[in-house]
């Protein structure tokens, strides 16, 4: 299995698969063989053979709980329904609570289901097993801003920002948090949008953060803040005219409009937004 475990890490999942297979032909009753192959196979996307391999290492060895998970993982690919890979991810975490990963994406499929307290002791759970799993603290603030308890959300992205310095998303999101205390969230945007200022997802997770935002001159001067530091940012100047547009100052809106289109012609999105306040001005 060692020389599986070398292709694992180089992502020859392939070669992986076959020296599997040459192990449970040797040994047809090694558990961590059978896990091993439904692993490779679920990176090969064949998740029907990949669930097989995975429930034949677990009626080896009922207690295997990175089996468990990793079947976890291949029935949410599997079956629309989350509620037999959360079942599943249960009995991982029951028969082995260190298993962090384990904790963190039952937590994320009971966040789906709005399951938010039982979300929070599976996420408690994960950075128990694991303290430097950033993606727990995140998910936790992601809860904790649910239930509206944003002080303890804050100081969670900040241990997540702290592991991860360049997340981009915790910074937005902890600036939504700090205009929910009314305290001062422009550096937070400003800090996410400058780790990746010219990556198209970047620039839509900063302009999905803003439009959250409330009140809308809040969200306006962050715009502005974009604006003054890229002035060729169209989104920024489109957000900003969309912010001037509800807060009733449409001559202004309109002009922001027209610069963002004039940066960006093709988005149609921009010529919608524009239309749209001149209907409001009764222009035609």
Known sequence: MRRAD????????????????????????LAEGHHNRGVALYFLERFDESQSALERALYIRPDFAEALFNLGLTLLILHSSDEEALAVLEKATETKPSLA??????????????????????LRAAIEANRDLADAYAATAQVL?????????????????QLVPDWADAHYNRGIVLGQLDLHMEASFEQALTLNATDSGTQYNW???????RPYAD??????????????????????????????HYEE??????????????????????????????KQ
């Not at 992502?11 to 297979?21: K, P, S, V, Y």
């Not at 302009?207 to 935002?213: E, P, Q, S, T």
């Not at 809106?253 to 239309?275: C, H, N, V």
């Open 101 to 122: 990963s384990a904790h963190l994406i039952r937590a994320r499929l009971l966040m789906n289901a709005n399951r938010n307290q039982e979300a929070l002791t599976s």
């Open 145 to 161: 801003e649910r239930l509206h308890q944003f002080e303890e959300a804050l100081a969670h992205y900040d241990k997540a920002i």
């Open 6 to 29: 070398g292709f694992y890490q180089e992502n020859q999942f392939g070669n992986a698969l076959t020296e599997c297979e040459a192990a449970l032909a040797l040994d047809p009753a």
């Open 253 to 282: 809106s309109l002009k922001a409009l027209e610069q963002a289109i004039a940066l960006r012609p093709d988005f149609q999105e921009y010529r919608d937004g524009w239309r749209m306040v001149n209907t409001l001005l009764g």
């Open 219 to 248: 969200a306006l001067r962050i715009a502005d803040q974009a604006i003054r530091r890229w002035p060729s940012f169209d989104l920024a100047y489109y957000l900003r005219g969309r912010m001037l547009m509800n807060m009733g």
């Open 207 to 213: 302009a999905v953060a803003v439009r959250r935002i």
